[in-house]
């Protein structure tokens, strides 16, 4: 190799280095090693994690706080068939997220090479974009076109198969090419946003339902403006249930009350009830505003006769350009029923006995105050039971979520991301016991690159949600594969791996050992003996309603 000359490994990682990629989270193997090493010269920072998968949920967390690509590297083979759980968790919540993969050699396709396998047929379904390059000349064009698509509306998941000879070879090139220019963006039609804007000015109970994007703290902002500017509520959906997301309160029985529903970059799916009338309604007018035309064939499929338009477009942007709007305060009393019915939590349940385990409610509400009470509080709340808990009854800013795609035991992955982006924020995951189980060796992660997160399991000894399930569907004496281990003692891992580890058992404990967890300033777990409930569901005509 001459001294001029730039490797294929070089040419990824410097590429990425000019993007503004500065973390890449991943696990080490063979494949990898010319990326990791190019990585020392280019100052781009690993974080080591402890299982494929964490890399991924991690570099899903980095596009989630920050807004900008996410990347995660994985050996070939077992390595990238580890992270495919968490790529599918990514491309529910709408994540910009390179996944990087080496693989085998090019020179060696069809003749048995250490882990051989066609890695883009198996990722394909879950990104984006696979592409699997097969010469140097190649490697530069398909980072290229990977990441435009990762971040282009609808944003995802993308993924890069790295040949190894392909990353050790000579590309030729003594500098790096000059990056494609960015494609403008399509202009909208014209006559289709004035009718938008006819139906928006005309609506007296409009609601706009934003995706999984939407629910960012970085792309709030753009829709407060909107909704400020346009009179019409926005709501995010980021919950793998939809309308009884506990976090939306009672929102479900105010939707059927509108007069125009404008799905802004909510996919029309199970979380809307197929769009059918018992979920939005019999009356409402539907329009569709999508960056993917599939979505908009779709709505046209489903929705009928009520569907009054589709807008292929990035609906920020689409929803910026509407020129006329209903004067703002003539919606005041339906945007002050919509907030409500958001806000609500109400409940008729019973106060605990002396003696009764604490509540999950209780629990979260004592997490509540701590968040309160900290700078830059950032909220991760995991899946399950529980997680439905935390999302209803904690909130902060920033806030992290199991997400659509309705997986488990990403919190303390996300958590140790968030932090790692946010180091001088207050990063709180909350997680039941049995997700607890799925990455809690990652805590020795955050301890290796000081990300003092603080993780509050929930331990009520089972795996509830499944629990409920069972005893409702075939009666309490037919309850197999839920139950956890009443001698398991979480908080011990955190400390056995050089954190600090706590237990509570009511709320005065819990609020001790928060203080505790924050004064360490080390990664901390606290491990809370916790009543086992049903997540709640908010109904403003029966306070009592509760379910799964």
């Known amino acids: 190799m001459t001294e001029t000359q730039v490797l294929g490994s070089q040419l990824i990682i410097r590429s990425l280095h000019r993007l503004g990629v500065k973390t890449i989270f991943s696990l080490s193997g063979n494949q990898i090693m010319p990326l990791y090493d190019a990585c020392l010269d280019a100052g781009i920072r690993i974080i080591h994690v402890r299982h494929e998968a964490a890399a991924v949920f991690m570099a899903d967390a980095w596009a989630q706080i920050t807004g900008e690509l996410g990347v995660a590297m994985l050996t070939a083979a077992p390595g990238i068939t580890n992270g495919l759980a968490p790529l599918y968790s990514a491309s529910q919540a709408e994540s910009p997220l390179l996944l990087i993969s080496g693989d085998s050699s090019v020179g060696e396709d069809?003749?048995?090479?250490?882990?051989?396998?066609?890695?883009?047929?198996?990722?394909s379904p879950l990104t984006k974009l696979s592409i699997r390059p097969l010469t140097v000349q190649e490697l530069y064009p398909a980072l290229d076109n990977a990441v435009g698509q990762a971040l282009a509306p609808r944003r995802g998941p993308v993924h890069l198969a790295l040949p190894f000879d392909l990353l050790t070879a000579e590309t030729g090139l003594k500098e790096l090419p000059e990056p494609a220019a960015s494609r403008a963006a399509a202009p909208f039609d014209a006559g289709i946003l004035e009718r938008l804007a006819a139906l928006v000015t005309d609506a007296e109970r409009p609601l706009v339902l934003a995706g999984p994007a939407g629910a960012r703290s970085h792309m709030r902002a753009a829709f407060d403006k909107l909704e400020e500017t346009l009179g019409v509520p926005v709501v995010?959906?980021?919950?793998?249930?939809?309308?009884?997301?506990?976090?939306l309160g009672s929102l479900s029985e105010i939707i059927p009350h509108a007069d125009l529903i404008v799905l802004a970059g909510k996919c029309l799916d199970f979380t809307l009830g197929f769009g059918g009338t018992r979920a939005l309604g019999e009356h409402?007018?539907?329009?569709?505003?999508?960056?993917?035309?599939?979505?908009?064939?779709?709505a046209g499929r489903l929705l009928g006769e009520r569907l009054a338009l589709t807008l292929q477009g990035e609906p920020v942007a689409v929803l910026s350009a509407l020129r006329a709007a209903r004067p703002v305060a003539e919606r005041s009393a339906w945007r002050a029923r919509v907030d409500?019915?958001?806000?609500?939590?109400?409940?008729?349940?019973?106060?605990?006995?002396?003696?009764?385990?604490?509540?999950?409610?209780?629990?979260?509400?004592?997490?509540?105050?701590?968040?309160?009470s900290v700078p830059d509080p950032v909220l991760v709340c995991d899946g399950g039971e529980f997680g439905q808990w935390a999302q209803a009854f904690c909130a902060a800013p920033t806030r992290i979520i199991n997400g659509m795609s309705g997986a488990i035991g990403a919190?303390?992955?996300?958590?140790?991301?968030?932090?790692?982006?946010?180091?001088?924020?207050?990063?709180?995951?909350?997680?039941?016991?049995?997700?607890?189980?799925?990455?809690?060796?990652?805590?020795?992660?955050?301890?290796?690159?000081?990300?003092?997160?603080?993780?509050?399991?929930?331990?009520?000894?089972?795996?509830?949600?499944?629990?409920?399930?069972?005893?409702?569907?075939?009666?309490?004496?037919?309850?197999?594969?839920?139950?956890?281990?009443?001698?398991?003692?979480?908080?011990?891992?955190?400390?056995?791996?050089?954190?600090?580890?706590?237990?509570?058992?009511?709320?005065?404990?819990?609020?001790?050992?928060?203080?505790?967890?924050?004064?360490?300033?080390?990664?901390a777990c606290i491990n809370v003996s916790m009543a086992g409930e049903a997540a709640p569901v908010f109904s403003a005509s029966d306070p009592s309603a509760t379910g799964h």
Not at 110 to 123: C, H, K, N, P, W
Not at 449 to 475: C, F, K, M, P
Not at 503 to 511: G, R, Y
Request: hydrophobic content about 45%; aromatic content about 4%; charged content about 20%.
């Open 236 to 247: 995010p959906m980021e919950s793998p249930r939809g309308l009884k997301d506990p976090s």
């Open 284 to 298: 409402a007018r539907v329009a569709v505003i999508d960056p993917d035309a599939r979505m908009l064939e779709r």
């Open 110 to 123: 069809g003749s048995g090479a250490f882990q051989e396998l066609d890695q883009v047929s198996i990722t």
């Open 411 to 523: 919190g303390v992955c996300y958590a140790i991301a968030a932090k790692i982006a946010r180091p001088d924020a207050t990063v709180v995951v909350l997680m039941g016991d049995g997700t607890a189980g799925f990455h809690l060796m990652e805590l020795d992660t955050a301890v290796r690159e000081n990300a003092s997160i603080i993780a509050v399991i929930g331990n009520d000894l089972r795996w509830n949600a499944e629990h409920l399930i069972q005893v409702r569907t075939y009666g309490p004496q037919r309850l197999i594969g839920c139950e956890l281990s009443p001698t398991a003692r979480y908080h011990d891992v955190a400390s056995a791996l050089g954190g600090a580890g706590f237990a509570a058992h009511d709320a005065e404990s819990l609020k001790t050992a928060l203080g505790l967890a924050v004064d360490s300033g080390l990664p």
């Open 340 to 372: 409500g019915a958001l806000r609500n939590r109400a409940s008729r349940g019973l106060a605990a006995s002396a003696g009764a385990p604490l509540g999950p409610r209780a629990l979260c509400e004592t997490v509540q105050t701590f968040l309160a």
